[in-house]
């Protein structure tokens, strides 16, 4: 089989690498513990689980039939949802379904 060069046109000594056998869980490792800060391109996953973040840190109200959560900073909104109660009735107590807004 012919690769494309013939020994005498490559002078330089090449070292190769071992292929080293790695496993699913040493593959999973290496995904898992990478940081979430380098993975924030938007739509990515890192990206996900920063808005997941926010939501459980930042701070939440009812309020005018409408459940809204604020970013950590507590002021920017990030997510509005009517609610409504099992009836289908726009609601502040008895909540039994949120829509986004």
Same mark, same amino acid.
């Given at each position: 089989?012919?690769?494309?060069? =013939?020994?005498?046109?490559? =002078?330089?000594?090449?070292?190769?690498?071992?292929?080293?056998?790695? =496993?699913?869980?040493?593959?999973?490792?290496?995904?898992?513990?990478?940081?979430?800060?380098?993975? =924030?391109?938007?739509?990515?996953?890192?990206?996900?689980?920063?808005?997941?973040?926010?939501?459980?840190?930042?701070?939440?109200?009812?309020?005018?039939?409408?459940?809204?959560?604020?970013?950590?900073?507590?002021?920017?909104?990030?997510?509005?949802?009517?609610?409504?109660?099992?009836?289908?009735?726009?609601?502040?107590?008895?909540?039994?379904?949120?829509?986004?807004?």
């Amino acid at each position: 089989m012919t690769v494309g060069i =013939t020994p005498s046109e490559h =002078t330089e000594n090449i070292t190769l690498a071992p292929l080293v056998a790695v =496993t699913k869980e040493e593959i999973a490792d290496a995904v898992w513990d990478e940081l979430r800060s380098e993975h =924030t391109s938007e739509g990515s996953f890192g990206d996900a689980i920063g808005i997941v973040i926010k939501v459980e840190k930042g701070r939440w109200k009812i309020e005018n039939k409408k459940m809204i959560f604020y970013d950590e900073d507590g002021a920017t909104i990030l997510f509005t949802f009517n609610l409504f109660d099992k009836d289908g009735n726009p609601a502040e107590i008895n909540i039994f379904e949120r829509r986004p807004a």
